[in-house]
């Protein structure tokens, strides 16, 4: 079964631009959670999506943005890029179908974005 | 809010000896803990999954702990290799799949 695939693995914006950064889950998973990573704040929650539908949202302001599609991919927008921005962004999928391993979350390489 | 806590931030070992490693957390109302390993620049691998009902989890030479009353987790580790340095992070559940983590211990196996 092939893993929790990021695309793009990197990439380099500038202030003001936006971005749109895609996560294809394990097949069969159905929830998919953004996790932004940095130096200074570690792993943070972002959002969490289930059957198209957001269920849970993190601390981050409303630039930050996700859908997920009926095939489970999920994109996450950021618009109007700041410097602090810059993190490894890391989606991780989950099954939730039952059984002692459904809620081990299996992360992807990431994306690492740089704001210039 | 749930905090969660990893101390020492860096630990150094020989090559052999077994070690621990350890995870607080300030609400014991946790719906599970997973340990997992990052190796520097790339994602998270699961390691371990624990259960608010289970005591402990091993697989291999990792064998992981949970006590909730006292908001505590261990992974300890057996005879370490050089294989295992790497950053190992706790990660509480609160049930909703949405994950708090720790700041991780950053592990370096001396050969």
């Known amino acids: 079964k092939a893993g929790v695939t990021q695309t793009p693995r990197y990439l380099i914006k500038t202030r003001g631009q936006q971005v749109t950064l895609s996560c294809s889950p394990i097949s069969g998973h159905r929830s998919v959670s953004w996790y932004q990573q940095t130096p200074g704040q570690g792993l943070q929650f972002l959002f969490e999506y289930f059957s198209e539908t957001q269920r849970n949202k993190g601390n981050f302001p409303g630039r930050f943005s996700g859908r997920q599609f009926s095939n489970s991919r999920s994109e996450m927008n950021v618009s109007t890029l700041e410097l602090g921005d810059s993190a490894l962004y890391l989606c991780?999928?989950?099954?939730?179908?039952?059984?002692?391993?459904?809620?081990?979350?299996?992360f992807g390489a990431g994306t690492r974005l740089s704001v210039l | 809010k749930q905090e969660v806590t990893q101390i020492p931030a860096a630990l150094s070992v020989p090559e052999g000896e077994n070690l621990v490693l350890n995870c607080s957390f300030t609400d014991s109302a946790i719906y599970n803990l997973q340990w997992f390993r990052q190796d520097p620049g790339k994602g998270l691998t699961s390691l371990l999954l624990i259960q608010s009902s289970q005591r402990e989890q091993t697989s291999g030479r990792l064998n992981a702990s949970l006590d909730k009353s006292s908001g505590r987790s261990t992974l300890y580790i057996a005879a370490s290799q050089p294989g295992d340095s790497a950053t190992y992070l706790c990660?509480?559940?609160?049930?909703?799949?949405?994950?708090?983590f720790g700041t991780g211990t950053r592990l370096t196996i001396i050969p």
């Open positions: 991780a999928s989950s099954s939730l179908a039952g059984g002692p391993n459904k809620n081990i979350q299996y």
């Open positions: 990660a509480v559940g609160g049930g909703n799949e949405k994950l708090t």
